[in-house]
């Protein structure tokens, strides 16, 4: 404890604070150690604590250490990071800070950091006062997650007065921002219908849509697809006749948000940081397929969307190529946390990826089930043979299963 | 043997007859130029024509037999359950497949678009609009149509359109006859291909018209010189499409065939052969439209009757609204004509609108 | 951070790096000619236009029926070759009757001829790409145009010979007005096909990235409609080329289809052949050359790589 109390003087914001309300602080102070490789939080998190590093290292991108550490690197002891939680006006989110080595921390409680601070006025005020300093000085901030999908009682019916296909009846649920929702079902359940819907391609007959409050699709409304929303085609919609790098630069230069040169270096960025640097001047056509869907979803993320809509986007690749993407996905979410809406039929995929499962019946699609999965992030590959995911996988097949065989009975082709 | 077989070695049959009796029997006939008096001295005169070139006209009994056996090819298919149920599915009444296909904006607008251009045409001469005010405005031509002395009475007229058909089915015939047995040996043979196709490729980018000349020396009459180059025009484009349309068969086809205990001839009929007929289709129809070019153009140097002939002899005596009937109706048999092929070749090939 | 998502890409970049030896061009020519003389397809393409030549020539030479004035492959060639008459001597032998060949200048005026009427006919009828595009883009305007068009594509454009002599006043303005005519349907026609070819879903990308109707016209209308674009300038091409002759027969002087009529009148045998020949040569020379310009357009479309 003592020792804890010398520690915590020699920490740079606290050096005016008295004996008493360092032991206060030592008091609220918890250790924790992180093995390497662990995340401590994940970028869109709001951490209620703030972190003082006792011995190791840990990356945190864009932090202004207090003894002027190297960017991206908090490796002295008694250095700071994550003290937005302390802020309390500025509810700011962080990024991921992921552990180098064995790495010993005190988490020290934001809230009750506040109430001692403030028991003690006199250096108390000015301890926020360097903490607000030095988050003025960190750059590059996560925006409050974004994205949140409501869908309620969403129902489509093509050619109402002719053949009368009901592809979709009645769905609903909800999708918190930056979570992850996949929704499995056989062929022709109306999966692709509810993702045109919700892009834009086409209108409900009843029901409606909302995104973040705001009603993004309605029956009779007017289509307006846009890049809040942006898709991942099954097919590949990656413009043939434009280089890699035209491709992903395609979307901010046509909003008119930035000059060609800002884009092309945001991009280049970008890519460098997901992999795919050195392939910017060639043509779609000349990489391969698992370059191709990355790029494409490198395309969309450029643009910040507020959910990022796929289609079926691993279908055409083989099983091996696909378990190295979901992985690739799954780190990309980490990064950036965008709130996600997956369509698929592959029963596996939909656990591995997913916070929420949705499973959903043959024509007329309904919402049959809904599964929240509660496997711990980062996935690994690791986790397909674990208890859990089979518990949950037994949970799920017997009624995915029984959707297949109608549709099969049924010999449904793909609507839309 | 089955019908479909002796009909198949009837035509092979058939075809070498016409081709071979034809070549050396030089029918020297020659239309009289002044037509014998009677109402319908100049109809008459295309009868007798059509009739001297016996084989000529004899050859027609080959799309006959053609016809015949691909009609077979197409019942085999109709049968299908698939086809029809899609045939059933499709029942609306016709009222209402009439009216969403007659009343809707798009062809209103389409009719505007054409009355705009009529109306241009029409009041140019008045208005004066540069170039086109040359030409005889539309009620002029309508009028010069249908009086007295017009086209529409005149035997000349539609026995112009007895003869140009003729020649253009005669000409179209040949190449079919000539060209799709031949696209298809070269597609299935490599060898006979390299041996004959540079040869071909010389003279597949010269255009018919410039033959006619040569036409004209080898041919013992003018008649057999302009169905020549219409032979000609359509040749060139139906082999090179039967040729595509033989590489295009999925192997994958050809495979499984075999693979079920096809032999070779039923390998060729059962799965090349229609595999390749929508490339000949597109071959025929592309082919008749160039065939109606080249017979207009061998009718105005130099043919004696037809339409395109009509055409240069009203121009030459000066009387521009016959010449821009003779265009019309040229313009009219084209569409006609392609349209037929067309239609005719996609009932053949139902198995295209299922995929 | 996680390993998938930072580990850069190496594979293009190493495979470019391992050349071990620089072929120079002029090796690899030499490679594919050794290649080509090997193949057994190319000697046997030699036997056939061999076999075709000595058929021309025993046509001549045994005087088939209807073949009276045919010329001999050589004699036809010896009149193409040679100088005429008094140009360098007076040898019989080493002359060439007619003087239509490479030393007299009217083969180079009738190919300048039609090579000048193709090229204007074939400027002007490449205004149906934009019309083709605009009909592609906006429904309305194809309804209103594609009737009208419909109705006059079928009619022959050889056939609006009296008419262009009657609204032309000129001797050229006819002859490429009508060559503009036949490429232009086969233009605009191809274009509009292209158009319609282009997948859908092309169209759903960009407008979920926020383009507007003319960002989706420019960035995804006309490069995608390209190749058929330019198969639509081939067919134009020729389809042109075609009618130059007729309207170079009926209504030209000089040019290489007068020539042929023309040859025909004066039973002048090699500068016929001559002429059909020029005329089928350059024909597929035009054609090489927009298909040069069309692999340097179309460098995107790959021929091989993976489908997804």
């Not at chain 3, 070759?81 to 060439?96: D, I, V």
Request: glycine letters at 10%; proline letters at 6%; hydrophobic letters at 50%.
């Amino acid at each position: 404890m003592e020792e804890l109390i010398r520690f915590l003087g020699r920490v740079e914001i606290f050096k005016d604070c008295g004996r008493g309300t360092l032991e206060k602080i030592a008091g609220v102070c918890e250790e924790k150690r992180f093995g390497r490789g662990a995340i401590v939080y994940r970028t869109g998190d709001a951490p209620d604590c703030f972190y003082v590093l006792k011995q190791g290292a840990v990356s945190h991108p864009s932090v202004v250490g207090t003894r002027g550490s190297d960017d991206g690197l908090v490796r002295s002891p008694a250095d700071l990071f994550g003290f937005a939680a302390v802020v309390e006006e500025m509810k700011r989110r962080v990024f991921t800070v992921e552990c180098l080595e064995d790495t010993t921390v005190y988490a020290i409680n934001g809230a009750r950091l506040r109430e001692i601070l403030k028991m003690d006025p006199a250096t108390g005020y000015a301890v926020m006062q360097r903490l607000a300093g030095l988050m003025a000085k960190a750059q590059g901030f996560v925006p409050a997650r974004s994205g949140s999908l409501s869908i309620r009682h969403a129902g489509k019916i093509y050619d109402p007065e002719g053949i009368h296909v009901v592809a979709v009846e009645d769905c609903s649920f909800e999708v918190p921002a930056g979570g992850l929702c996949v929704v499995v079902g056989p062929s022709g359940c109306g999966k692709t219908t509810l993702l045109n819907t919700i892009a834009g391609f086409d209108n409900l007959t009843s029901g409606e849509v909302h995104l973040d409050g705001q009603l993004i699709a309605a029956p009779g409304r007017e289509l307006k697809p846009g890049p809040d929303r942006i898709v991942v085609f099954q097919q590949g919609a990656l413009f043939p006749w434009k280089t890699v790098l035209d491709n992903v630069t395609y979307g901010p230069i046509i909003q008119r948000k930035m000059k060609k040169k800002e884009a092309v270096a945001q991009a280049l960025a970008l890519m460098e940081k997901v992999g795919l640097a050195g392939i910017e001047s060639q043509f779609p056509g000349e990489i391969s397929s698992g370059m191709r869907r990355r790029v494409e979803i490198v395309r969309a993320l450029v643009n910040d969307p507020k959910i990022l809509l796929l289609d079926e986007p691993f279908r055409a690749l083989d099983a091996l190529t696909k378990s190295v993407m979901h992985e690739y996905l799954l780190e990309l979410y980490d990064l950036s946390h965008k709130t996600i809406f997956f369509i698929t039929h592959d029963l596996e995929e939909a656990i591995f990826l997913a916070d929420l499962v949705v499973i959903m019946t043959t024509r007329p699609g309904r919402v049959k089930k809904l599964i929240a999965v509660d496997l711990p992030r980062p996935r690994t590959y690791r986790m397909l043979s674990s208890k859990r995911f089979l518990e949950l996988k037994q949970q799920t097949i017997e009624g995915v299963h029984e959707e297949a065989l109608k549709a099969f009975e049924a010999g449904e082709r793909e609507l839309a | 043997m089955s019908a479909a077989g002796f009909a198949k070695w009837a035509l092979v049959l058939w075809t070498i007859l016409c081709i071979g009796l034809g070549f050396f029997r030089f029918t020297d006939t020659t239309f009289p130029l002044n037509p014998p008096p009677g109402v319908h001295g100049e109809l008459h005169i295309a009868l007798q024509a059509m009739r001297a070139y016996q084989f000529w006209g004899a050859i027609w009994i080959a799309p006959a037999i053609g016809l015949f056996l691909l009609w077979r090819m197409k019942r085999e298919v109709d049968d299908e359950p698939a086809v029809r149920r899609r045939r059933l599915e499709r029942r609306q009444p016709l009222a209402r497949r009439l009216g969403k296909t007659l009343l809707n904006v798009h062809t209103f607008r389409g009719v505007l678009g054409v009355l705009a251009v009529l109306i241009i045409w029409q009041l140019a001469q008045p208005l004066g609009v540069p170039i086109i005010k040359r030409i005889p405005p539309l009620s002029e031509v309508v009028m010069r149509f249908f009086d007295d002395r017009g086209l529409f009475w005149r035997d000349k007229y539609w026995a112009g359109w007895v003869i140009s058909l003729f020649r253009i089915f005669s000409g179209f015939i040949l190449a079919l006859l000539i060209g799709v047995p031949q696209g298809l040996a070269w597609g299935l043979s490599r060898t006979l291909k390299s041996v004959s196709f540079p040869v071909f490729e010389i003279f597949r980018p010269i255009p018919p018209l410039a033959f006619l000349p040569a036409a004209i020396y080898l041919m013992p009459t003018a008649e057999l010189s302009i169905i020549f180059v219409i032979f000609l025009g359509a040749y060139f484009t139906i082999v090179i499409n039967t040729i595509n349309g033989v590489y295009n068969v999925d192997k994958s086809m050809e495979r499984a065939a075999l693979s079920l205990g096809a032999k070779r001839s039923d390998v060729f009929w059962k799965v090349i052969f229609p595999g390749t007929l929508p490339s000949i289709i597109t071959g025929a129809t592309v082919g008749m439209g160039i065939t109606w070019m080249v017979l207009v153009a061998a009718e105005m140097i130099a043919g004696r009757s037809g339409i395109g002939f009509l055409t240069w002899e009203s121009y030459t005596a000066g009387d521009i609204p016959q010449v821009v009937v003779g265009m019309a109706s040229m313009g009219v048999g084209g569409a006609i004509c392609s349209a037929i092929i067309w239609r005719l070749g996609t009932n053949l090939t139902p198995w295209r609108r299922l995929f | 951070m996680a390993k998938i998502l930072t580990k850069p890409l190496s594979a293009p970049r190493a495979e470019a790096a391992e050349q071990p030896v620089a072929y120079s061009r002029r090796r690899i020519l030499w490679l594919k000619t050794k290649k080509a003389l090997t193949e057994r397809y190319f000697w046997l393409g030699l036997l056939g236009i061999f076999a075709f030549f000595v058929g021309w020539d025993f046509a001549y030479r045994f005087e088939l029926p209807r073949m009276e004035k045919l010329e001999s492959p050589l004699y036809t060639f010896r009149e193409f070759t040679l100088p005429p008459r008094g140009a360098l001597t007076y040898n019989p032998a080493f002359e060439s009757k007619w003087g239509y060949g490479i030393w007299g200048t009217a083969w180079y005026t009738d190919i300048g001829m039609s090579v000048w009427r193709i090229s204007q006919a074939f400027a002007w009828s490449l205004l149906g790409i934009p019309i083709g595009l605009l009909m592609g883009w906006k429904r309305s305007i194809r309804d209103f145009v594609f009737a009208p068009f419909e109705l006059m594509r079928p009619i022959p454009p050889i056939s609006w010979v009296p008419l262009a002599i009657v609204m032309f006043p000129t001797q050229e303005a006819p002859i490429v007005f009508l060559c503009t005519i036949a490429s232009f349907f086969a233009v605009t026609l191809n274009t509009l096909l292209g158009v319609d070819s282009i997948d859908p879903v092309y169209f759903r990308a960009a407008r979920c990235l926020g383009s507007s109707e003319w960002d989706i016209f420019r960035h995804v209308i006309i490069p995608g409609a390209m190749p058929f674009i330019f198969t639509g300038m081939l067919i134009g091409l020729g389809v042109a080329w075609f009618s130059l002759v007729g309207g170079e027969i009926i209504a030209g002087t000089w040019g290489l289809g007068y020539r042929t009529m023309d040859a025909y009148m004066n039973v002048a045998t090699p500068q016929l052949l001559i002429a059909m020949f020029t005329i089928g040569f350059i024909g597929m020379l035009m054609g090489v050359g927009l298909r040069m310009l069309q692999r340097r357009a179309l460098a995107w479309k790959a021929k091989t790589g993976e489908s997804i």
